[in-house]
């Protein structure tokens, strides 16, 4: 499929493959405009597209899409630092009953970490606590290295209860932007009004059903998280007045 890439100065068609890492394609971009991979930064509606991942796992990368380039500067800081940034490495993340590999740059932080897990596993960010060598990665802007970090580590990941003894807070209507891509409606903008108790698939029923949507499958996206279909909005944390992102396609994440 083809993608554009938009800089301030110009724009840039490429052909890429859903299995395709991001990172191969900084490299094509460093071949056709000649900006180093180091150097890139590519987004899509804000959400930074990690050099790990491939393409395949982030649904909102379509036919057409427009994926915009930053360029940051890497003048000023010695060749080793730069050579050491752009340093990879594979480590092990496990849960109590399965493992996954990642692989992770040393200078990334603990919430850049579990945004990675989320991304590939779906495990809500907010019950994720990290583990590595007995001691807790509670502060998650620190860089994974300054927790010891490295080729091969195995961090482990313990999941917040969420105590049934708990009452449940009552529902409260929530109002919020339902914004659709620029090839599904012509970038619409819908006002959507919900029970925070309801589920991401009952909000996607209530918008076909008023024929908002065409019956088809969508990707909703809340603060560049792809949201599950069977957890409510306030699972998501989606509060009044928030924007929700609508996309055509399926969730399929790709493994390590």
């Not at 050099?51 to 057409?64: R, S």
């Not at 449940?168 to 599904?184: A, C, F, G, N």
Request: proline content about 4%.
């Amino acid at each position: 499929m083809k993608v554009l890439i938009v800089t301030q100065t110009c724009e840039l068609a490429i052909e890429v493959a859903q299995q395709e890492k991001i990172l191969e394609m900084k490299q094509k971009i460093q071949n056709f405009l000649g900006f180093p991979v180091a150097s890139q930064i590519l987004t899509v509606l804000g959400w930074e597209l990690m050099d790990g991942l491939d393409l395949e796992d982030y649904p909102i990368v379509t036919e057409g899409t427009k994926i915009d380039l930053i360029i940051k500067t890497l003048c000023m800081a010695p060749p080793t630092v730069l050579q050491n940034h752009r340093h990879k490495i594979q480590i092990t993340v496990k849960f109590p009953a399965r493992k996954i590999n990642i692989e992770i740059e040393a200078t990334e932080t603990v919430r850049s970490l579990k945004e990675k897990v989320h991304i590939i596993d779906g495990t809500p960010i907010k019950r994720m606590i990290l583990s590595f060598g007995g001691r807790e990665m509670n502060e998650e802007f620190r860089n994974l290295s300054e927790y010891g970090i490295c080729e091969f580590s195995e961090v482990v990941v313990f999941l917040k209860t969420m105590s049934r003894l708990v009452a449940e807070p009552p529902s409260r209507m929530l109002r919020v932007v339902v914004q659709t891509s620029s090839s599904l409606l012509n970038a619409a903008r819908i006002p959507v009004e919900m029970k925070d108790s309801s589920t991401v698939n009952d909000m996607k029923q209530s918008l076909v059903i008023r024929k908002v949507l065409p019956a088809d499958e969508y990707i909703f996206i809340h603060k560049q998280r792809i949201m599950r279909e069977n957890c409510s909005l306030r699972w998501h944390g989606v509060e009044n007045g928030e924007s929700l992102y609508v996309f055509k396609g399926t969730v399929s994440r790709g493994g390590f």
